[in-house]
């Protein structure tokens, strides 16, 4: 279950709506999840939103495209190790976490590196999925992972890697 709640009005012209579902629920089943047991929530928002979000949980006060809170601690102890597998509450519920992207910042990257906007937000909310599932990108051999496994789900859904220049 992906709920989407839309502050900025640019992303209902943009098609977020479908864009999100799809990408949730391609990296949710490469993970061997059930995207129809999962619990995502999805802000869609403006840089001047993901700032305050992004000053207020890590201390950064400037935009970003996406940030991501995990439901469940799920991160490898060793570099380069698999996160843990989320576990269902007592409901059988899987609560995954929370994701808010911003369109600006999603805009200006999509025009700063000639890729369709389209493809550079699905790329985003797929990473911001694998975040909430424990994969990270601060150690190197962790980035390696994550970057491997955003290609792999990407090219599942017929696009490029986002890694080449």
């Not at 391609?26 to 992004?54: F, K, M, W």
Request: charge should be negative; aromatic fraction near 4%.
């Amino acid at each position: 279950m992906l709920d989407i709640a839309i502050e900025d009005d640019r992303w209902q012209d943009a098609g977020l709506e479908a864009l999100a579902e799809r990408a949730t629920a391609v990296t949710l089943a490469h993970q061997g999840l059930d995207a129809e047991a999962c619990e995502i929530s999805l802000l869609a928002c403006d840089d001047d939103r993901i700032a305050v979000l992004n000053a207020e949980f890590r201390d950064k006060p400037t935009p970003t495209n996406v940030l991501s809170w995990p439901a469940q601690e799920l991160a490898p102890e060793r570099p380069g190790g698999e996160p843990d597998r989320p576990e269902p509450d007592f409901m059988g519920e899987l609560a995954v976490g929370d994701i808010a992207i911003s369109y600006d910042t999603c805009a200006r990257e999509a025009q700063a590196a000639g890729k369709p906007m389209d493809d550079h937000v699905t790329h985003l909310i797929v990473h911001g999925v694998l975040h909430l599932l424990g994969y990270d990108h601060i150690r190197d051999a962790d980035a390696t992972v994550m970057e491997a496994l955003e290609v792999e789900i990407l090219g599942k859904m017929g696009i490029n890697n986002p890694y080449i220049e």
